[in-house]
């Protein structure tokens, strides 16, 4: 069983920056893609950055050019940088991996961005 803790959150004024991580039981870590979605309040979840096995990414528009992913397979470590933060970025994260066609996600940790 895989299991994904995110850590990180909290609360930030606009402008500011936070880093996310989510950290991964098991060493099949470094075999996947993984990603960060978010959901705000009343909103559906959304895929906000993806890096593959193979260090590849991909943003949401809404975040190109602020969020960074990155990644250390040697700590099962995947992060998301955010900068230039916006108080439409309040929303919970949710860590995300697919191991054998399983989903697995974390608990999320939750970004609040005030005005």
């Known amino acids: 069983q895989v299991q994904l803790a995110e850590s990180g959150g909290g609360l930030v004024q606009a402008g500011g920056s936070l880093r996310l991580s989510c950290t991964a039981s098991?060493?099949?870590?470094?075999?996947?893609?993984m990603a960060w979605f978010r959901q705000a309040p009343g909103k559906q979840r959304e895929l906000v950055a993806r890096?593959?096995?193979?260090?590849?990414?991909n943003y949401d528009d809404s975040v190109k050019g602020r969020f960074t992913i990155s990644r250390d397979n040697a700590k099962n470590t995947v992060y998301l940088q955010m900068n230039s933060l916006t108080p439409a970025d309040t929303a919970v994260y949710y860590c995300?991996?697919?191991?054998?066609?399983?989903?697995?996600w974390g608990k999320g940790t939750l970004v609040t961005v005030s005005s």
């Open positions: 995300h991996t697919n191991n054998w066609g399983i989903n697995y």
């Open positions: 098991e060493s099949i870590f470094s075999r996947n893609d």
């Open positions: 890096i593959t096995r193979g260090y590849s990414t």
